[in-house]
T-cell receptor, first 110, second 112 residues
Framework: GNSVTQMEGPVTLSEEAFLTINCTYT??????LFWYVQYPGEGLQLLLK?????DKGSNKGFEATYRKETTSFHLEKGSVQVSDSAVYFC?????????FGKGTRLHILP | DAGVIQSPRHEVTEMGQEVTLRCKPI?????LFWYRQTMMRGLELLIY????????DSGMPEDRFSAKMPNASFSTLKIQPSEPRDSAVYFC??????????FGEGSWLTVV
């Protein structure tokens, strides 16, 4: 079945720093890959997605590229803001189900 | 457009009581999922439905948990009897026939 490994948090950065949150997955076949974000007290929101190898998903300045050869989908942002403070979940989807990692808590200092 | 609607948002109940959580998915979405989130275990898939039919309930913790979807616009997750270890945030999510989930805001359950 699918599984996902994310870097453990919390990750603390200063505003305008470069962000990378690593994600690797195991899955049969070629899953679709997602990043979700959860702000305090809210449900998860879809941040970006990629459905096939070498696809790049992007949204709100965040990017992630589907790397089949390394089974990775690392999340990056060039300049983070305080408002990006949240928990980020990497999630492969295959056969109807989406399996979530434990999430990486991101804390941005002003 | 209305998103996924869950109720109640918050519930505090005593151990042994029955708890019923409700979910209205986005209209037209064929799939409905129930997840549970805790600090220790993260986000766990409990059960999901396709066209109102339960497809995979392997994540349901034990017989105290049950879920139903009597029609395309309503689902319930019931815990009977509730225990303190059931305290968590329960999320409902729906999606159309392609990947990408839409989550509700969650039901925050505390069992004392």
């Amino acid at each position: 079945g699918n599984s996902v490994t994310q870097m453990e948090g919390p990750v603390t950065l200063s505003e305008e720093a470069f962000l990378t949150i690593n994600c690797t997955y195991t899955a049969t076949g070629y899953p679709s890959l997602f990043w979700y974000v959860q702000y305090p007290g809210e449900g998860l929101q879809l941040l970006l997605k990629a459905t096939k190898a070498d696809d790049k998903g992007s949204n709100k300045g965040f990017e992630a590229t589907y790397r089949k050869e390394t089974t990775s989908f690392h999340l990056e942002k060039g300049s983070v803001q305080v408002s990006d403070s949240a928990v980020y979940f990497c999630a492969p989807a295959r056969d109807d189900k989406i399996i979530f990692g434990k999430g990486t808590r991101l804390h941005i200092l002003p | 457009d209305a998103g996924v609607i869950q109720s109640p948002r918050h519930e505090v109940t005593e151990m042994g009581q029955e708890v019923t959580l409700r979910c209205k998915p986005i209209s037209g979405h064929d799939y409905l999922f129930w997840y549970r989130q805790t600090m220790m275990r993260g986000l766990e898939l409990l059960i999901y439905f396709n066209n109102n039919v339960p497809i995979d309930d392997s994540g349901m913790p034990e017989d105290r948990f049950s879920a139903k979807m009597p029609n395309a616009s309503f689902s319930t997750l019931k815990i009977q009897p509730s225990e303190p270890r059931d305290s968590a945030v329960y999320f409902c999510a729906s999606r159309p026939d392609y990947p990408g989930l839409y989550f509700g805001e969650g039901s925050w359950l505390t069992v004392v």
